[in-house]
């Protein structure tokens, strides 16, 4: 579901990054797939001095689908970024792609807090976000990020998942999912 960057995988993903569904939505805005792999190489440089954390989502034969990141990490938070390509939306790659990633986040990095900054006009991501049961709402808990996030000309909403609440909200999934099987 989730590997390590690798800059081979870099044309294939510029392909399925330049929808133009997917496109607006995206942090790294590549015009090619040069560029592309520019912006892959200091983004794995990057995570290699510890200023962010991203993987490719891949599908369930190994191809690359999409990419989930975190940035702007500061003491044990940061921002998750997500973008899974056009032909693979709606189909259960982010839910399984944010839950192994917030897997590794809280329990192998020891983040405390993970945000989501969601554009206004983007109903798709607001609706994805909402659907995960460890998603809180942030703006009236964190105003003063909010208002930060919010002071150019792009709006957005402010979502949050606490380690806690993602904790029990899997777990007591997993426990679930366990009572079933037997």
């Not at 133009?20 to 942090?27: D, E, H, I, L």
């Not at 983040?111 to 989501?116: A, K, S």
Request: aromatic letters at 12%; charged letters at 25%.
């Amino acid at each position: 579901m989730l590997k390590q960057r690798d800059l081979q995988e870099t044309a294939e993903l510029y392909e399925l990054l330049r929808h133009p569904s997917v496109f607006p939505f995206v942090r790294q805005k590549a015009t090619s797939a040069e560029e592309y792999l520019f912006m892959t190489k200091q983004l794995i440089e990057e995570e290699q001095n510890g200023q962010t954390i991203s993987r490719t989502i891949v599908d369930e034969w190994g191809a690359p689908i999409g990419t989930i990141s975190i940035f702007d990490i500061q003491d044990g938070a940061g921002f998750l970024g997500t973008w899974i390509g056009k032909p693979f939306q709606g189909v259960g790659y982010n839910q399984k792609a944010k839950l192994a990633f917030l897997n590794e986040l809280f329990f192998d990095y020891d983040f405390h807090t993970v945000f989501l900054r969601v554009r206004e006009e983007n109903g798709r991501s607001q609706a994805a976000a909402s659907k995960l049961p460890y998603v809180i709402d942030a703006e009236d808990t964190n105003p003063l990020l909010f208002e930060e996030i919010n002071q150019g000309p792009t709006k957005f909403r402010l979502f949050k998942i606490p380690k806690d609440l993602f904790y029990l909200t899997t777990a007591h999934t997993q426990e679930e999912a366990e009572e079933q099987a037997m």
